[in-house]
């Protein structure tokens, strides 16, 4: 069993940079395959960036490459989302997501565990 926490959530504005947090239990976290994903108000959730065992392999959506970086320090069971340039249509809750496969994933349903997630606010 693994628990996610995310964390770093805050009202920003247009334009400004956040890095966003997901603290793991347990000891098999480096060998997880990870993945932050995003719900809007009133929209479905959907992909945002994953990451494989080593940080080796990377994937991003469309909207956000380039300006969002993923990565994992695996000595401190630790996921992180840099966000730089945010729009406020990106104003939604992020989630972070484990799965037991080590390669990284754009599918939610090929995850087994998820945070409880984090606001993000971006005004404009």
């Known amino acids: 069993q693994v628990q996610l926490v995310e964390s770093g959530g805050v009202l920003v504005q247009a334009g400004d940079s956040l890095r966003l947090s997901c603290s793991a239990s347990?000891?098999?976290?480096?060998?997880?395959?990870m993945g932050w994903f995003r719900q809007a108000p009133g929209k479905e959730r959907e992909f945002v960036a994953t990451i494989n065992w080593n940080g080796g392999q990377i994937y991003y959506a469309v909207s956000v490459k380039g300006r969002f970086t993923i990565s994992r320090d695996n000595d401190k069971n630790t996921l992180y989302l840099q966000m730089n340039s945010l729009k406020p249509e990106e104003t939604a809750v992020y989630y972070c997501?484990?799965?037991?496969?080590?390669?990284?994933?754009?599918?939610?349903?090929?995850?087994?565990?998820w945070g409880q997630g984090t606001q993000v606010t971006v005004s404009s």
């Open positions: 347990g000891r098999t976290f480096s060998s997880y395959g």
């Open positions: 997501a484990a799965r037991r496969d080590p390669r990284p994933s754009n599918a939610q349903l090929e995850y087994d565990y």
